[in-house]
C-alpha cells in the first residue's frame, strides 16, 4: 500500500509539473491599476500556449486590462482579492475581430475574453472581472443614436459591407456594438467557475458554436443597464450551468441559435442543454429562449431554480421571419416570487406582424413540458401562438399559481392542465381562444370574490375539462363563445359551490356536453 502511495504521489507531481503555473506579475502587470496589464497578460498565455498549456495566474490586487485573448490548454486563474479592471477606452479592443452580435455574424470590438478554435480554456477562481460598463452603455444609448457616425462605426461598416442584417433595422446598422464580455467562438471544453462578474458593457458570458461548456458558481450582478444578460449560450451544444448567481439589467439566462437569415444560414442549434440550482433575482427574464432562435433550440432541462424579482419567469419568445423549432423542452422544479408580469410566457408575436403563408421564415414551437411550479405574481402564463402556426402539445402538471390573472392561451394545440392550482384576482383562471386540443384535469381555484368565471372559452375545439375542484362559491363554471367551438366535454367535476355551471353564447347547442 506504501508504494502505491509513493507512485500515487510520484505521478502527481509530474503532472503537477506538465502545466506550468505563470504569474502575470512577472511579466510586468501591475496589480495597484497603475498601468494597462494587456501585454504581459498576453506574454503569459503566450509562453504557456508554447509549452502546450498551463495557468496565468492573477495574485491579489487590481489589474487594469483591454482584451485578453486566451489560447487552447490555458487556465485564467483569478485569486481571491483579485480584480481585472478592464478598460472603456474604445480604442483598446480593436483591431476588431469575428464575433456574433445578437444573433448575427459580423466583425466586431473584440470581446473582453476572447478565444477562437481553442480547446480546453478555464477561467477560474474566486476575484472578480469588472467590465467598467458604464462608458459603453452611456455612448451606445446617447452618442450613437444623436451624434455624426465616429470612427468606430465607419471602421464596423468597412468591415461588415456583407453582413446579413436582420429582418427589422436596428443596431447592427447604426455600427456602434457594444462587445460582449466573454465570447468564446468555435471552442471545445469550456469551463468558467467560482468567479465574480460585473458591469459587463453588453452580454456577460456568450459562447459561441462551442462544444461542451461548463458555467458553475458564477455570480454575475450587473446594475440596470441595456443588454446586459447575464449567460447566453448560442448555438452551442452539451452546455452545463450549475449553482449560479444572477442579477443583470436584461435576461438571467437565455438560450440562442442566432437571427433570422443570417441564423438560417449558420444552422447551426442549441441543444443538449441543463441549467439547475440557479438563483435569479434582477432580471428581464429567469430563462429565456429567443427571441434570436432561427437555427434551433432543442433537448433543453431547466430544473431547481429560484427567480425572485423578475420580470418575468420562463419564457419562449420569437416573431416571424425567425423561422427555427424550438423543442422538447422540460421545466420542473422551479419557485417563482414577485414575478412583475407573467410567470410562464410562450410568444410567437414577439414582433407584430402581419399573417403570412407557411415558409423556412415560420417559427415551430412544440414539445414543451412545465411541471411542479410554484409562482406569485402578476400573470399565470401567456401562450400566444401563430394563426398559420399555432404552439403544440404543451402540458403543464403540479403548478400552484397565486397571480392577479390566470392564463391566457391563445392560437395553440394540444394543451394539457394536469392537478393545477390558479387562484387569480381577477378575470378567469384560464382563457383560451383558438385553441384545438385541451385537457384540464383535475385543475382547483379558490379565486377571489370580484371573479365571476372559472374557464372563458372563444373558439375551443376538442376539449375536455375533468376532476376539477371549485373551493369558493362563484358564479360561472365555463363560459363558451364562438362559432367554431364544439366538441367540449365536462366530467366529473365539483361544481357544488358553482352558481351557473356553464353560459353559452354564439355557439352551436350541442357544442358543449356537461356530464354529471
Given at each position: 500500500?506504501?508504494?502505491?502511495?509513493?507512485?500515487?504521489?510520484?505521478?502527481?507531481?509530474?503532472?503537477?509539473?506538465?502545466?506550468?503555473?505563470?504569474?502575470?506579475?512577472?511579466?510586468?502587470?501591475?496589480?495597484?491599476?497603475?498601468?494597462?496589464?494587456?501585454?504581459?497578460?498576453?506574454?503569459?498565455?503566450?509562453?504557456?500556449?508554447?509549452?502546450?498549456?498551463?495557468?496565468?495566474?492573477?495574485?491579489?490586487?487590481?489589474?487594469?486590462?483591454?482584451?485578453?485573448?486566451?489560447?487552447?490548454?490555458?487556465?485564467?486563474?483569478?485569486?481571491?482579492?483579485?480584480?481585472?479592471?478592464?478598460?472603456?477606452?474604445?480604442?483598446?479592443?480593436?483591431?476588431?475581430?469575428?464575433?456574433?452580435?445578437?444573433?448575427?455574424?459580423?466583425?466586431?470590438?473584440?470581446?473582453?475574453?476572447?478565444?477562437?478554435?481553442?480547446?480546453?480554456?478555464?477561467?477560474?477562481?474566486?476575484?472578480?472581472?469588472?467590465?467598467?460598463?458604464?462608458?459603453?452603455?452611456?455612448?451606445?444609448?446617447?452618442?450613437?443614436?444623436?451624434?455624426?457616425?465616429?470612427?468606430?462605426?465607419?471602421?464596423?461598416?468597412?468591415?461588415?459591407?456583407?453582413?446579413?442584417?436582420?429582418?427589422?433595422?436596428?443596431?447592427?446598422?447604426?455600427?456602434?456594438?457594444?462587445?460582449?464580455?466573454?465570447?468564446?467562438?468555435?471552442?471545445?471544453?469550456?469551463?468558467i467557475d467560482g468567479i465574480t462578474i460585473k458591469n459587463s458593457p453588453f452580454w456577460t458570458v456568450n459562447p459561441e458554436f462551442?462544444?461542451?461548456?461548463?458555467?458553475?458558481?458564477?455570480?454575475?450582478?450587473?446594475?440596470?443597464?441595456?443588454?446586459?444578460?447575464?449567460?447566453?449560450?448560442?448555438?452551442?451544444?452539451?452546455?452545463?450551468?450549475?449553482?449560479?448567481?444572477?442579477?443583470?439589467?436584461?435576461?438571467?439566462?437565455?438560450?440562442?441559435?442566432?437571427?433570422?437569415?443570417?441564423?438560417?444560414?449558420?444552422?447551426?442549434?442549441?441543444?443538449?442543454?441543463?441549467?439547475?440550482?440557479?438563483?435569479?433575482?434582477?432580471?428581464?427574464?429567469?430563462?429565456?429562449?429567443?427571441?434570436?432562435?432561427?437555427?434551433?433550440?432543442?433537448?433543453?432541462?431547466?430544473?431547481?431554480?429560484?427567480?425572485?424579482?423578475?420580470?418575468?419567469?420562463?419564457?419562449?419568445?420569437?416573431?416571424?421571419?425567425?423561422?427555427?423549432?424550438?423543442?422538447?423542452?422540460?421545466?420542473?422544479?422551479?419557485?417563482?416570487?414577485?414575478?412583475?408580469?407573467?410567470?410562464?410566457?410562450?410568444?410567437?408575436?414577439?414582433?407584430?406582424?402581419?399573417?403570412?403563408?407557411?415558409?423556412?421564415?415560420?417559427?415551430?414551437?412544440?414539445?414543451?413540458?412545465?411541471?411542479?411550479?410554484?409562482?406569485?405574481?402578476?400573470?399565470?402564463?401567456?401562450?400566444?401562438?401563430?394563426?398559420?402556426?399555432?404552439?403544440?402539445?404543451?402540458?403543464?402538471?403540479?403548478?400552484?399559481?397565486?397571480?392577479?390573472?390566470?392564463?391566457?392561451?391563445?392560437?395553440?394545440?394540444?394543451?394539457?392542465?394536469?392537478?393545477?392550482?390558479?387562484?387569480?384576482?381577477?378575470?378567469?383562471?384560464?382563457?383560451?381562444?383558438?385553441?384545438?386540443?385541451?385537457?384540464?384535469?383535475?385543475?382547483?381555484?379558490?379565486?377571489?370574490?370580484?371573479?365571476?368565471?372559472?374557464?372563458?372559452?372563444?373558439?375551443?375545439?376538442?376539449?375536455?375539462?375533468?376532476?376539477?375542484?371549485?373551493?369558493?362559491?362563484?358564479?360561472?363554471?365555463?363560459?363558451?363563445?364562438?362559432?367554431?367551438?364544439?366538441?367540449?366535454?365536462?366530467?366529473?367535476?365539483?361544481?357544488?359551490?358553482?352558481?351557473?355551471?356553464?353560459?353559452?353564447?354564439?355557439?352551436?347547442?350541442?357544442?358543449?356536453?356537461?356530464?354529471?
Amino acid at each position: 500500500m506504501r508504494s502505491l502511495y509513493l507512485l500515487f504521489c510520484a505521478l502527481f507531481s509530474f503532472v503537477a509539473q506538465a502545466q506550468s503555473v505563470l504569474n502575470v506579475v512577472d511579466f510586468g502587470a501591475k496589480n495597484d491599476s497603475s498601468a494597462l496589464a494587456t501585454t504581459a497578460i498576453k506574454e503569459a498565455i503566450s509562453k504557456a500556449s508554447q509549452a502546450g498549456g498551463g495557468t496565468v495566474y492573477f495574485p491579489p490586487g487590481t489589474y487594469l486590462t483591454g482584451p485578453i485573448h486566451l489560447k487552447s490548454n490555458i487556465t485564467l486563474f483569478i485569486e481571491a482579492g483579485a480584480e481585472l479592471c478592464f478598460s472603456d477606452n474604445f480604442d483598446h479592443y480593436l483591431p476588431m475581430v469575428p464575433s456574433r452580435w445578437e444573433g448575427t455574424m459580423v466583425t466586431n470590438f473584440s470581446p473582453f475574453i476572447y478565444a477562437y478554435e481553442a480547446e480546453n480554456i478555464r477561467i477560474t477562481g474566486r476575484g472578480t472581472l469588472n467590465g467598467n460598463g458604464k462608458k459603453w452603455w452611456a455612448y451606445s444609448e446617447v452618442h450613437v443614436k444623436n451624434s455624426p457616425e465616429s470612427t468606430w462605426q465607419k471602421e464596423f461598416h468597412k468591415l461588415n459591407k456583407e453582413v446579413l442584417h436582420p429582418d427589422l433595422p436596428g443596431w447592427v446598422e447604426r455600427g456602434f456594438l457594444r462587445p460582449p464580455f466573454i465570447q468564446p467562438m468555435y471552442c471545445k471544453n469550456v469551463r468558467i467557475d467560482g468567479i465574480t462578474i460585473k458591469n459587463s458593457p453588453f452580454w456577460t458570458v456568450n459562447p459561441e458554436f462551442c462544444d461542451n461548456v461548463t458555467v458553475d458558481g458564477v455570480t454575475i450582478n450587473n446594475p440596470p443597464s441595456p443588454n446586459t444578460d447575464g449567460i447566453n449560450p448560442e448555438s452551442c451544444s452539451n452546455v452545463h450551468i450549475a449553482n449560479c448567481h444572477i442579477s443583470v439589467g436584461d435576461d438571467c439566462i437565455t438560450i440562442k441559435s442566432g437571427k433570422d437569415r443570417s441564423g438560417r444560414k449558420e444552422a447551426r442549434p442549441a441543444e443538449n442543454y441543463t441549467i439547475t440550482n440557479c438563483t435569479m433575482l434582477s432580471g428581464h427574464g429567469g430563462v429565456v429562449i429567443g427571441s434570436e432562435m432561427s437555427g434551433d433550440v432543442k433537448k433543453i432541462v431547466i430544473s431547481n431554480c429560484i427567480f425572485d424579482g423578475t420580470d418575468r419567469g420562463i419564457r419562449i419568445k420569437t416573431a416571424r421571419g425567425r423561422g427555427g423549432v424550438v423543442e422538447d423542452i422540460q421545466v420542473s422544479n422551479i419557485v417563482m416570487k414577485n414575478i412583475k408580469q407573467q410567470a410562464i410566457v410562450l410568444d410567437m408575436q414577439y414582433a407584430k406582424t402581419e399573417i403570412e403563408p407557411v415558409t423556412e421564415r415560420t417559427p415551430i414551437f412544440r414539445n414543451i413540458h412545465l411541471s411542479n411550479i410554484t409562482a406569485q405574481g402578476e400573470q399565470a402564463g401567456y401562450l400566444n401562438g401563430l394563426e398559420e402556426m399555432p404552439i403544440e402539445n404543451v402540458s403543464f402538471s403540479n403548478v400552484v399559481m397565486e397571480t392577479k390573472t390566470g392564463f391566457d392561451i391563445r392560437a395553440s394545440k394540444g394543451i394539457t392542465f394536469t392537478n393545477v392550482s390558479v387562484n387569480p384576482v381577477a378575470g378567469p383562471a384560464i382563457f383560451a381562444s383558438h385553441v384545438n386540443g385541451l385537457q384540464i384535469n383535475g385543475l382547483q381555484t379558490a379565486a377571489a370574490r370580484n371573479v365571476q368565471t372559472v374557464l372563458k372559452f372563444n373558439h375551443v375545439k376538442q376539449a375536455f375539462i375533468s376532476n376539477c375542484f371549485i373551493r369558493e362559491p362563484i358564479n360561472t363554471f365555463l363560459e363558451a363563445s364562438g362559432s367554431e367551438t364544439e366538441s367540449i366535454l365536462l366530467k366529473s367535476n365539483d361544481l357544488r359551490l358553482v352558481q351557473r355551471p356553464l353560459a353559452i353564447n354564439d355557439t352551436p347547442e350541442d357544442a358543449v356536453i356537461l356530464e354529471e
